[in-house]
């Protein structure tokens, strides 16, 4: 099992960055793909960014392509959403998930493991 703890979340003004980390118990993050989620109020949960196990390869949601960047430190079973130009549509509480796969997924019910979600709030 992981436990993963987000964290990096705020208020921020729009055109404004943040950088979200995931970190993750446990000796086998490195074996789990990672992936960020959003869901703003009365929304559903929606997928932003994965990566893969060994991190050379990302994938960004076209919401957010540009702007967001994700990226993972295995020494330190840490992963990262680096959000920049921020708009007041990004407001949502961010989570971190993973699943024991190499592939990255965009739905929900691939992933095992998810972490309790940090608020972003993005003012106009």
């Known amino acids: 099992q992981v436990q993963l703890v987000e964290s990096g979340g705020g208020l921020v003004q729009a055109g404004g960055s943040l950088r979200l980390s995931c970190a993750a118990s446990?000796?086998?993050?490195?074996?789990?793909?990672m992936g960020w989620f959003r869901q703003a109020p009365g929304k559903e949960r929606e997928f932003v960014a994965g990566?893969?196990?060994?991190?050379?390869?990302?994938y960004v949601a076209d919401s957010v392509k540009g702007r967001f960047t994700i990226s993972r430190d295995n020494a330190k079973n840490t992963v990262y959403l680096q959000m920049n130009s921020l708009k007041p549509e990004d407001t949502a509480v961010y989570y971190c998930?993973?699943?024991?796969?190499?592939?990255?997924?965009?739905?929900?019910?691939?992933?095992?493991?998810w972490g309790q979600g940090t608020q972003v709030t993005v003012s106009s």
């Open positions: 998930a993973a699943y024991g796969s190499g592939t990255i997924m965009t739905k929900m019910s691939w992933y095992d493991y």
């Open positions: 446990g000796r086998t993050f490195s074996t789990y793909t």
């Open positions: 990566i893969t196990r060994s991190g050379d390869s990302t």
